[in-house]
């Protein structure tokens, strides 16, 4: 396996993983969300969610690189420097699920934290949810040693 920078030509496996990799990720969340307020907020993730990957890899202030293993492209990662707070950003990070436990989705922040560190920032960040589908990305950020600085985030159906 080798990380390698983004290029546009793997959008569409980028996408393709990164919807794959994340449907347990909204399992989850509807197990835990009140059904129409879940209804309300991804009336269809996929979509939205094939969005989100578009734009990061289309965002000028994103860098992308993928891990490729035996010419397929199976994991990536996106991040974003703020130079005035010297902050880093991990914004999004996924690795195929026939590929996951084999140490790519660390590999991948390890190398852009090593690149945010290059770059000047003294401080990474990273956001993920508390439910039980994003327990594997929690355990992998606070294995790479991020600390949990709690917030509350409350939601209504209107």
């Not at 496996?13 to 907020?41: G, H, K």
């Not at 891990?67 to 950003?89: I, R």
């Not at 084999?102 to 190398?111: K, N, P, R, S, V």
Request: charged content about 20%; glycine content about 8%; proline content about 4%.
């Amino acid at each position: 396996m080798q990380i390698e920078p983004y290029n546009s030509y793997q959008l569409d496996a980028v996408i393709r993983l990164s919807l794959r990799a994340w449907s347990p990720v909204y399992d989850s969340i509807q197990n835990v969300m009140d059904a129409d307020l879940y209804r309300e907020l991804y009336p269809d993730w996929r979509v939205s969610q094939q969005k989100g990957v578009e734009d990061v890899c289309a965002a000028e202030d994103t860098t992308v690189w993928v891990a490729v293993d035996a010419g397929s492209t199976v994991g990536f990662v996106a991040a974003k420097l703020d130079f005035e707070s010297s902050m880093g950003e991990i914004y999004m990070v996924a690795v195929d699920p026939d590929f996951q436990g084999h140490g790519i989705g660390t590999a991948l922040m390890e190398f852009a934290l090593a690149w945010m560190k290059n770059s000047g920032m003294s401080v990474a960040i990273v956001e993920t949810g508390g439910d039980p589908g994003h327990a594997p990305a929690r355990r992998t950020y606070e294995k790479l040693g991020f600390g949990l600085f709690p917030i509350a985030r409350y939601f209504k159906k209107l």
